[in-house]
C-alpha cells in the first residue's frame, strides 16, 4: 500500500467533533499513516497532545497569527512551559502553527499587525530554544516571515500551504525548509502554484490536507451552490492520496514515487518522525 504523511490537519477541530474517529480511520484506510496536528491556540495544547496520542499521530504546540488578537501575553509562557514538560514526548514534532497572515483585515490595523509580529517573533525564539523546527502560516507574508527567519535562528520546519513566488519558495528551501502543497494545487486555474508544483525540486516538498480547510476542487462548493444552501465540503485527511495523485500527474511521475519523496521529505523537516 502506498503511504502518506499529512503535515497538516486540524483534526481538533470542532468541524470533527460528530466523527472524529471514523475520519481517522477513513485516512488510516487510505494509506494516511501519521498526521501533523498544529495547535492554533494555548487553551488547544492539551487536546491536541491527547489527540494525537490517541491516535498515534504527531502534533504540534504554537499560536496561530489568526488567534493573537485575543491571546493573552501570558500565553507565550504558557507554551515555553508546554514545550520544556513534553520535551521529551516523541510525538511532540515542531512549533507551529506560527506565522503572519497579511490577508485578513482584522489582523492587519496597526495594533493587529504589531502584536501578530510579537507573536511570530516571540515564537522563533522559543522554538530555537527548545530545538524544535516551526511550521509557518503564509498568507501575503512570505517576505515578511522570511525577515523574521533571517533574524532569528531557526533549526527549518515547513512553510504551510504555501502559495508564493518562485523566488520566495526558493529562500525558504535555502533556510532548511520545505514547501506544503495540498488541496490548492488540485485547481485547473491555479496557474502559478501548478507551475512551482512542478518546477521546484520534488526535494522541497510535502504533502498536506490542511484539514477541514482547502478542499480540493472535487469537494468546493460553488458561490452559487452555497447561495442554494450547500455547505462548504470538509476537508480531511483521507483526500491527501487524491492531492498527490494531482501532483503527480503534473510532475509525470508516479504517485509512488510522490508518496515515497514526500515522507523522507517530511522527516527531513520535522526530525522527530524519524
Ligand atoms: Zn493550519
Keep these: ?7 497538516h490537519a486540524h483534526l481538533d477541530a470542532a468541524e470533527f467533533n460528530a466523527d472524529r474517529a471514523a475520519v481517522r480511520q477513513r485516512a488510516r484506510a487510505a494509506g494516511v499513516l501519521t498526521c501533523v496536528i498544529p495547535a492554533v491556540r494555548a487553551t488547544h495544547f492539551d487536546s491536541v497532545r491527547d489527540l494525537a496520542h490517541a491516535q498515534q499521530d504527531v502534533y ?38 506560527i506565522g503572519l497572515d497579511g490577508f485578513v483585515p482584522e489582523l492587519n490595523t496597526p495594533e493587529a499587525w504589531a502584536k501578530q509580529q510579537l507573536f511570530y517573533k516571540a515564537q522563533l525564539k522559543l522554538a530555537y530554544k527548545h530545538q524544535l523546527p516551526v511550521i509557518l502560516h503564509v498568507r501575503r507574508s512570505a517576505d515578511l516571515l ?19 513566488s518562485l523566488q520566495q519558495a526558493q529562500a525558504f528551501i535555502a533556510l532548511g525548509f520545505k514547501l506544503g502543497f495540498g488541496g490548492a494545487l488540485t485547481y485547473d486555474r491555479a496557474l502559478q502554484l501548478r507551475r512551482l508544483a512542478t518546477e521546484l ?12 480547510d482547502i478542499p480540493p476542487h472535487w469537494l468546493y462548493a460553488t458561490a452559487q451552490q452555497r447561495a442554494a444552501g450547500q455547505a ?9 492520496p487524491r492531492i498527490a495523485q494531482v501532483l503527480a500527474e ?5 504517485v509512488d514515487e510522490v508518496a515515497n519523496a514526500t515522507r523522507a521529505n517530511t522527516r527531513e523537516a520535522l526530525p522527530r518522525l524519524q
Excluded at 71 to 92: K, M, N, Y
Excluded at 232 to 240: D, I, M, V
Excluded at 250 to 254: A, E, P, V
Aim: with cysteine.
Design 1 to 7: 500500500m502506498t503511504c502518506f504523511i499529512d503535515t
Design 60 to 97: 504540534a504546540l504554537g499560536i496561530h497569527p489568526l488567534y493573537t488578537p485575543q491571546a493573552r501575553d501570558d500565553e507565550l509562557a504558557l507554551l515555553d512551559a508546554a514545550l520544556l514538560s513534553h520535551h521529551h514526548d516523541p510525538r511532540l514534532v515542531a512549533v507551529g502553527e
Design 146 to 164: 522570511l525577515k523574521g527567519l533571517r533574524d532569528t535562528p531557526v533549526v527549518g520546519g515547513i512553510a504551510h500551504a504555501f502559495n508564493g
Design 201 to 212: 525540486p520534488l526535494s522541497a516538498i510535502v504533502l498536506e490536507t490542511d484539514a477541514p
Design 232 to 240: 462548504q465540503g470538509r476537508n480531511e485527511p483521507a483526500e491527501l
Design 250 to 254: 503534473l510532475r509525470g511521475i508516479t
